[in-house]
């Protein structure tokens, strides 16, 4: 998905809030804002009417829409870029859509989404850290091995310095004298 794309996606709270609302009946500013002059109660009321967040959320992949709109209110308050900063959730979020698509269907088609080419571009992102993963076990089992080995070498020890001392209770002598 383009990044154009994206935050249209993102964006669609906010656009189909203020489609759906005359700016006649917008309530004054004061009325929704919270006492300590933040908007988080009127994105809240926004999100909770937005039909296609309501769509989103009672789907599979509901928590993953949850979790992308709370990094976007993070974003947003922090003053950075939501789409470099909400990358991953998003992706997690997509990946999930099209794993059902048989209910995202209609969310999909409606940004034209070519399922096939979104589902090889989400895997080719996911290489590098199948790659990593694949690294990082690869290390664990060289490690538990190598402990093994370092283990398997301190028992032969052991019982080498065990067959060289006599038993308790017996009395050595040094070679060569009597």
Aim: glycine share 6%.
């Amino acid at each position: 998905m383009s990044t154009g794309a994206a935050q249209s996606a993102a964006n669609h709270t906010d656009a189909t809030t203020a489609a759906a609302a005359p700016a006649a009946e917008a309530p004054p500013v004061a009325a929704a804002a919270p006492a300590d002059g933040s908007t988080v109660a009127a994105d809240d009321d926004a999100e909770s009417e937005c039909p296609i967040c309501k769509f989103m959320q009672a789907g599979p992949c509901g928590e993953g829409h949850k979790d992308w709109q709370a990094c976007r209110k993070e974003a947003k308050s922090e003053g950075v870029d939501f789409v470099q900063h909400c990358s991953q959730s998003f992706r997690t979020f997509f990946g999930c859509m099209l794993q059902h698509q048989e209910y995202y269907q209609p969310f999909l088609e409606a940004f034209h989404v070519d399922v096939d080419r979104s589902q090889e571009a989400i895997d080719k992102d996911r290489e590098p850290e199948q790659q990593q993963q694949q690294q990082q076990q690869q290390q664990q089992q060289q490690q538990q091995q190598n402990g093994a080995g370092q283990q398997h070498q301190q028992q032969q020890q052991q019982q080498q310095q065990q067959q060289q001392q006599p038993p308790a209770g017996t009395k050595h002598s040094p070679s060569g004298s009597r």
